[in-house]
């Protein structure tokens, strides 16, 4: 089974990678409507609640999680990461990091859709699902916004703005978080191959356990609030910055002639 990942440019065919056994490549002209676009433009992204289509939500085995994504997963469920894994998720290598993905269930559907094609966990849907049909184009250490036009089934979408979409209280925040996290994964895909195996397997169970297997307070703050609380991004930003400072100090003595990087900047 393979995990995608996509990299685009405007100038060059980009590459489609399935981990590291099948390339091949596609011009980003050919899947998206050529623009670039920013959280405060207008976006053919309105599609009526998706009525009547979960198209979406099949065959999504590339969706991988980030350490925000998980921590609402367990939010929202109730349970830990090791019950989450026993079904719903799977951890998969990718560029050399050790990381948590969609699993999908019989019906080749996620196991978050019910009966009747609806999200079950929808206001803290995982940030790709939010994207969706948009993808992320990265370039000078940031990123804009594309429109997938092959990927999306409904006909006929209507502008809706961006940050309108993508349903995030704290748009901002959540844009430095998306970096930093893009950052780390590069620093990560570049430096890990340097360690020996046993180095290796550490670094990534590490990493692992701090970002994703240990609990976050925003989830214990939601958990208590009752049917009326509100997942506090604010507070679980706080918190991921905190441990990237851990693994940033703790994984710098294997990079000694690097200068630390400041992901969260």
Known sequence: MFVKKYSFSFDKPAALCYDDRMKRTIDLSEISDGKLYEIDDLCRLGCSDCAGCSSCCH??????????????????TGRDFMSLIQE???????????????????RSACHFLDENGRCRIHAMRPGICRLFPLGR???????????????????????????EWL???????YHD??????????????KLPLLTDESRSSVTSYVLK????????????????????RYSTDLFFSEYY????QVREALHPLFPELEVPDFDS
Not at 167 to 173: Q, T
Not at 177 to 190: G, T
Not at 210 to 229: C, H, I, K, M, T
Not at 242 to 245: E, T
Request: net charge negative; proline share 3%.
């Open 177 to 190: 978080y998306i970096m930093s996290w893009h950052r780390f994964l590069k620093l990560m895909e570049e």
């Open 88 to 106: 719903e998720l799977e951890l998969v290598m990718i560029d050399e990091m050790l990381l948590p993905k969609m699993k999908m269930d019989a």
């Open 210 to 229: 701090v970002f994703f297997l240990a609990p976050y307070q925003a989830e214990a703050d939601f958990s208590s609030a009752g049917s009326e609380g």
């Open 167 to 173: 349903d995030e209280a704290d748009a901002e925040g």
């Open 137 to 163: 184009f990265y370039e000078n250490d940031d990123y804009k916004y594309f429109l997938q036009t092959l990927e999306c089934r409904k006909h006929d979408r209507y502008k809706v703005r961006i940050r």
């Open 242 to 245: 905190g441990r990237m400072l």
């Open 59 to 76: 065959d999504t085995e590339g969706l991988v999680l980030d350490p925000l994504d998980l921590s609402r997963l367990r939010a929202v």
